[in-house]
Each structure stands twice: as C-alpha cells, then as structure tokens.
Nanobody, 125 residues
Framework: QVQLVESGGGLVQAGGSLRLSCAAS????????MGWFRQAPGQERDIVAF????????NYADSVKGRFTISRDNAENTVFLQMNSLKLEDTGVYYC??????????????????WGQGTQVTVSS
C-alpha cells in the first residue's frame, strides 16, 4: 500500500509560480513511474506530467509544455511539479499518482494505481 500526500497548492496570480510536492510513504517509489493530474470543476481528471522511475524521461500535456517541470527525488520518496507562468486555465485540484505497471500508458488516469488526496491550485487574474 502506498500513501501519497500532496502539498504546495494555493492561490496565485496569473503569471506566477507554484511548486507542488508529493510525498510518499508505505512503499518506495523508485521503481514506479509517477504522474501529476489535474481536475477542474465539472471536468475529467487530465494528465499534466509524467516521469519515469529513474527520472530519465518526462512527458507533458501540450497545454503545460515549457511552463511546468516534473522532477523526483527517489532518496526522499518525493515527486515535484514546478509550475511557472501560471494561467487561469491551470486552476484545479492537482493529484499525484503512482503507475506500478510500466507497460501501461502514461497519460490515462486508469493506468495509475494509487492517488493522493489532491491539492487545490487557484490562478486569479
């Protein structure tokens, strides 16, 4: 069993930055790919970014490329999402998730097995 706890969300003006953290306990994450998703009210949960177990490869949704950076510290069992140049449409609840099966796709929420409780990010004008 894996427990994930996100932190770092909050209210920020458009153009600002936030850094989200996802701390894991119960199992080491170093063997698993990790993803960040977000969900706006009334919307589906969409992929934001993905990182492989080693951190050697990252993937991003087109909407955040060049603005967001996913990283991980396997020694600390933590994954991060640096969000820069935030836009109003980045508002939502951000979730981190663990993908235990390497052969699953990276961009579907159904490919992930464990989820955090989410952290709210609100971007204001």
């Amino acid at each position: 069993q894996v427990q994930l706890v996100e932190s770092g969300g909050g209210l920020v003006q458009a153009g600002g930055s936030l850094r989200l953290s996802c701390a894991a306990s119960g199992r080491t994450l170093s063997s698993y790919g990790m993803g960040w998703f977000r969900q706006a009210p009334g919307q589906e949960r969409d992929i934001v970014a993905f990182i492989t177990s080693s951190g050697g490869r990252t993937n991003y949704a087109d909407s955040v490329k060049g603005r967001f950076t996913i990283s991980r510290d396997n020694a600390e069992n933590t994954v991060f999402l640096q969000m820069n140049s935030l836009k109003l449409e980045d508002t939502g609840v951000y979730y981190c998730a663990v993908r235990t099966d390497t052969y699953r796709v990276w961009n579907s929420p159904y490919a992930y097995d464990y989820w955090g409780q989410g952290t709210q990010v609100t971007v204001s004008s």
